[in-house]
């Protein structure tokens, strides 16, 4: 709707000038503007320019914050080349746990059956090495619980969520994630458990 996009240009143009973000910020304001019913060309003109000297500088935090808007609006692909350009620049460490989890992300939202297993080995690898911050790290956990339920593992996929309820106890996605499992598997009593475990954060 118009109105929706009006209000996330708006939002967006409040925080463009921080730094940590800017690059991502531009990113979804030229998206943005080009949904409006009539594109403010001049506007488009302005952000791209400030794009091309923005991405040299950006932060490893806004290009990966990039390279997930990228993942959500259809365009993982390009998200995957923006993150290993980073890494290339030496703008993004080559091991950063974001960099990574938000990779694995990417993948499992545009590869290939047989590319999954790899997702999953790397994931796998990070998560299983116990006592290093990757094994406790939330992006990687999460994603490693989605891959497993797309390779239909939802037993490994609900012991992985439930690693991450007891780790992070005031994060609401695992649960939501956990109940919405439950429920594929009929677990009718741990879903209303689960339930009534998220709604006491409201």
Known sequence: KEGVVTEAIHELGTIQSKREVQFATLLALAYYHRKCNIPDQE????????????????????????????MY?????KGKKLIQTGKDKNLIESTSLAANAIQCWIEM???????????????????SN??????RHIDTLMALAKCLELAKKFKESL???NDTVALYKSFLPPLI???????HLNEWEQVADTVQRAKAFE
Request: a negative charge; aromatic letters at 2%.
């Open 43 to 70: 506007a488009i003109d302005n952000i791209e320019e400030q794009l091309m000297g923005a991405e040299s500088t950006a932060s490893e935090t806004a290009l990966l914050l990039a390279s997930q808007f990228l």
């Open 73 to 77: 609006i259809g365009e993982g692909e």
């Open 109 to 127: 939202s545009v590869s290939k059956s047989e590319s999954m297993e790899a997702v999953e080995d790397n994931l796998r690898k990070i998560v």
């Open 130 to 135: 116990k006592g290093t911050p990757g094994s």
């Open 159 to 161: 012991a992985t969520l």
């Open 177 to 183: 994630e956990k109940a919405k499992l439950l429920i």
